[in-house]
């Protein structure tokens, strides 16, 4: 693949993956999970796993790496929906 | 590549779209874009046009396909937070 090509792979990786983490600090700051889904929370985690099998299969650094940190910004969205929604 | 591997990405690509098809149409429905950062939405707008760029090259059809739908949404939720923030 063209390095032109990998380096826009990366600047896609970096501001997609950076954009979803302000919703993690926010969430974990205000401990506020009445505005997320927890079916489409699992949902979207499960699909970045697969994203990154995808990735692993294309041999793609910018989706390997923008879904392995994806999916740690995911997991902790379902561990704070479990752990802070009111039984 | 594998069929196998392309229905990895088929799954992995309608998951994580779907997943953020919610967000949109409750943006819509209840007009409240406060907890939205116009910032961060710009960001993951171009970060998912990169990405589509880098479907393109790949000619990875799940890139490509999700990328659209998700340009689209991301494009909609940029006007909504335009359209609706009380000036």
Redo the contacts between chains.
Sequence with gaps: ??PT?EI??A??????T??FL?QVY?TWKTKSTE?L?LP??V??F???C??L??GF??K?M?IIISNIITIISAGLLVYFKLAYTKK
Tied chains: 1, 2.
Excluded: N, R
Excluded at 11 to 16: D, G, I, K, W
């Design positions: 693949m063209s090509i826009i792979g600047v896609a990786a970096v501001l997609t950076a954009s302000p926010q505005s889904s489409m929370l949902m979207f499960i699909g970045v697969l994203w099998i995808y299969a294309l793609s910018p």
